[in-house]
Each structure stands twice: as structure tokens, then as C-alpha cells.
T-cell receptor, first 112, second 119 residues
């Protein structure tokens, strides 16, 4: 069966510090990978998606970037965090047909 | 562009009552998928169901049932004999079927309904 991991689970960072969140998927090959953010108010917004190694598409202009160095690894980064980057970050994967997305446990980020 | 509306921000019922969560969507795509996800206090989004736009047959899974009506662009979710463990935020979501691999839109989510089941 497939599993998806995210770490860290929680993170408190000062404004201006760098960020690196990691997501890995097990039990499948060539998945599509996604990063979503859930800010206060509970709405979920797609940030990035990837259909393969090194292939990243961004949905909204922002302070964040994403990378996919390996088939089942997806990384969310920032060089300098802003207060507005606080939120709950969810990674998801789907099969190549993209029909159903399965989510990881999430990372809670608080920028102070 | 797509839009998913969950008009009920919060619902509170007593255990064993039936409860229906409403979802109304807008899309210009002729084929699409609709989803329901559950988000317990731990935060993880748990996949519950996926429906294809061309399949309006209602579905039942244990205490859960889903009513898809294309004519009214609604995909409602009913929990019968609710239990305290059903307490969570429930999200309805949509993705165009033409956008394989997630496409440029990913999932479009509603804002969620916070369901509180009181013992």
C-alpha cells in the first residue's frame, strides 16, 4: 500500500529565516505530487504540482518554491519567510491519471 | 474556473441524529470529478469518496451516503446515526476530468463544514 510522509510535523520560524519542508511517498512510482496550503479560515489552495523529476508548476506567485529531486520526494522551500507564510502545509500524491489525490499528515508552520 | 460552495460553516447535532452536509459546485467542464474529504483535529485530509460527473448513481457506504444531482450541481453528503468520531471538518472538492495529472488547477475545495457531534 502507498503511504505519504511529511516532516517536520510542526515548525516555528522567525521572519526572514529559510524554510525546507519535505514530503516523500512510498509504495508507488511516478506519482504526481502536490503542495497545498491551508491558511486560517480553512480554505485549501494549491501551491505547486509536479508530474516528474525536476518538473514543477506554480499556481500562485509567492515567496515559496518547490523542487522534486527524486521521483517520490517533493520539497517546499523559502529563502526568507514572511509572516503570511504561516499555515498548514499539505502534500498530496496521485497516480498518473490524477483522479484522486491522497494527502499526507501535514506540517504546521508558524512564522513569528 | 471552478467554484465549490459549502454554505454551512458549522453544524452541531446530538449523537445518533442524521446530518446532511451540502455542496454546490460550478464548472464549465463537461466532465469532472467530485470528492469529499474528512479533516479530523489531527489535520490530515482523509479521502472519503470520488464521483464521476457522468455517473449520478447515489452511493452508500455504511452510515455514509452521497447524493449527486447534476441538474442542481449539488453533491450532498449524509451521515446517518452520527457518532462523536464523525466530528471533523468536511471538504467538498472538484477537479476537471480533462486535466489529467492534476492539471493546472489541482483540486478546487470548498471552505469546509465543521461538524460537531455532541454526546
Amino acid at each position: 500500500s502507498q503511504t505519504i510522509h511529511q516532516w517536520p510535523a510542526t515548525l516555528v520560524q522567525p521572519v526572514g529565516s529559510p524554510l525546507s519542508l519535505e514530503c516523500t511517498v512510498e509504495g508507488t512510482s511516478n506519482p504526481n505530487l502536490y503542495w497545498y496550503r491551508q491558511a486560517a479560515g480553512r480554505g485549501l489552495q494549491l501551491l505547486f504540482y509536479s508530474v516528474g523529476i525536476g518538473q514543477i508548476s506554480s499556481e500562485v506567485p509567492q515567496n515559496l518554491s518547490a523542487s522534486r529531486p527524486q521521483d517520490r520526494q517533493f520539497i517546499l522551500s523559502s529563502k526568507k519567510l514572511l509572516l503570511s507564510d504561516s499555515g498548514f502545509y499539505l502534500c498530496a500524491w496521485s497516480r498518473r491519471d490524477g483522479e484522486t489525490q491522497y494527502f499526507g499528515p501535514g506540517t504546521r508552520l508558524l512564522v513569528l | 474556473a471552478q467554484k465549490v460552495t459549502q454554505a454551512q460553516t458549522e453544524i452541531s447535532v446530538v449523537e445518533k441524529e442524521d446530518v446532511t452536509l451540502d455542496c454546490v459546485y460550478e464548472t464549465r467542464d463537461t466532465t469532472y470529478y467530485l470528492f469529499w474529504y474528512k479533516q479530523p483535529p489531527s489535520g490530515e485530509l482523509v479521502f472519503l469518496i470520488r464521483r464521476n460527473s457522468f455517473d449520478e448513481q447515489n452511493e452508500i457506504s455504511g452510515r455514509y451516503s452521497w447524493n449527486f444531482q447534476k441538474s442542481t450541481s449539488s453533491f450532498n453528503f449524509t451521515i446517518t446515526a452520527s457518532q462523536v468520531v464523525d466530528s471533523a471538518v468536511y471538504f467538498c472538492a472538484l477537479i476537471p476530468r480533462t486535466h489529467s495529472g492534476g492539471g493546472a488547477d489541482g483540486l478546487t475545495f470548498g471552505k469546509g463544514t465543521h461538524l460537531i457531534i455532541q454526546p
